[in-house]
């Protein structure tokens, strides 16, 4: 199976630039599955439903959030009746939403995907890790889920990492989001799990993570409120990795993917 997830969609920028290059994206790569992290879509911060609906028509299947879940409310009542739309799975229980989605792709085969949420330097959550043990015990790969994605949406790369490899060889990939640098550790790990620390942003990479960079200068240089941080507005840059799984689920091929905007391309040949 060939998975396509493209990580943090910031402002309209990413916005644009990720509904005008993915239905291109997922021909060329032919992606059975395409998954989109989409929690700064809206001006940096949350997603409206309509960016939902024009982001699944670009190509889609499932879009994750994160810590900006619920920055714009109107998400909330939206998320309760869009199965494709997941929040992280450690949220506490009873909050609107799931944190994971099966998918039925055309063919048949199921994937799985969920997101959980690092506790380093974040929000008190419960355990990311107790929450994809308990889920993978009702979804196993190679069973019933012919692949199963984790978004590990956290800031600590040390928590990232300890993430992807206690699942190594459970689950298809483990890939971060939320830092909005795309990372060059893109790899199989030992039991067969694809892992990235950091997918990148979909955004203007002359900013600071996505944002105009004076005022989130001065948000370190005066100890004084300031302008309000907006996203940055030149070209985007698409940033995500591709991977290829085998019959049982696990990886064979991991590449990143960075197109358009300021850093170097990327594409899997
Ligand atoms: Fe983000
Ligand atoms: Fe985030």
Redesign the pocket.
């Known amino acids: 199976m060939k998975l396509l997830l493209l990580g943090?969609v910031?402002g309209r920028t990413g916005r644009d630039a990720v509904v005008a290059a993915l239905p291109g994206l997922r021909a060329r790569l032919q992606a059975d599955f395409v998954a989109v992290?989409a929690?700064?879509a809206s001006h940096g911060f949350g997603l409206a439903p309509e960016m939902a609906a024009a982001i699944f028509a670009a190509g889609a299947d499932v879009i994750t959030l994160?810590n900006?879940a619920w920055d714009r409310k109107e998400i909330i009542p939206y998320i309760v009746h869009e199965p494709r739309l997941i929040r992280p799975l450690n949220f506490p229980p009873g909050t609107p939403g799931a944190g994971a989605a099966v998918c039925t792709l055309a063919d048949g085969r199921k994937v799985l995907i969920a997101q959980a949420m690092g506790r380093l330097f974040m929000d008190p959550l419960d355990d990311p890790f107790r929450a994809v043990e308990e889920l993978l015990l009702r979804n196993k790969l190679g069973v019933n889920v012919q692949a199963a994605v984790i978004d590990i949406h956290a800031e600590a790369s040390s928590e990232k990492m300890a993430f992807g490899h206690a699942f190594d060889g459970r689950v298809s990939a483990v890939v971060g989001?939320?830092t909005?640098v795309p990372t060059a550790d893109h790899q199989i790990l030992p039991g067969g799990t694809g892992f990235v620390s950091d997918l990148g942003?979909c955004g203007d990479y002359d900013s600071v993570i996505g944002m105009t960079k004076e005022p989130a200068i001065a948000r370190f240089v005066k100890k004084m409120p300031g302008e309000k941080l907006a996203p940055a507005e030149g070209p985007a840059t698409i940033c995500g990795v591709f991977i290829e799984t085998d019959e049982m689920g696990l990886a064979i091929r991991i590449e990143p993917v960075r197109t358009g905007g300021r850093l170097a391309l990327a594409m899997p040949g």
Request: aromatic share 0%; hydrophobic share 20%.
């Open positions: 943090d910031v992290n929690e700064n994160g900006h989001t939320h909005h942003m």
